[in-house]
């Protein structure tokens, strides 16, 4: 099973940006689907962002515009890069993938607050 590290949280000002990063233990490639996950304080987990093996991507509504998902095959890395922050995107952000029909389990996730 492939094991996802993710990175490059902080704490940064409304209108700032970050760039996350997610590295597996193994070849993506081969995998279809990548994806950014976020749980804010006190809510559900929520789907961010996906990046398919063909580098489609999708959205959240929240992000569109603000958010830009990419991979890295050779770098076995997904990045995250996140402008125009503002105070509702604060939470832990987590990688993900899905191979075959099944998401891979969960890694520690990386915080992310924005100050107003």
């Known amino acids: 099973q492939v094991q996802l590290v993710e990175s490059g949280g902080g704490l940064v000002q409304a209108g700032g940006s970050l760039r996350l990063s997610c590295a597996a233990s193994?070849?993506?490639?081969?995998?279809?689907?990548m994806a950014w996950f976020r749980q804010a304080p006190g809510k559900q987990r929520e789907l961010v962002a996906t990046?398919?093996?063909?580098?489609?991507?999708n959205y959240v509504e929240s992000v569109k515009g603000r958010f830009t998902i990419s991979r890295d095959n050779a770098k076995n890395t997904v990045y995250l890069q996140m402008n125009s922050l503002k105070p509702e995107d604060t939470g832990v952000y987590y990688c993900?993938?899905?191979?075959?029909?099944?998401?891979?389990?969960w890694g520690q996730g990386t915080q992310v607050t924005v100050s107003s």
């Open positions: 993900r993938y899905l191979r075959n029909g099944l998401w891979g389990s």
């Open positions: 193994g070849s993506i490639s081969g995998i279809n689907t």
């Open positions: 990046i398919t093996r063909d580098t489609n991507t």
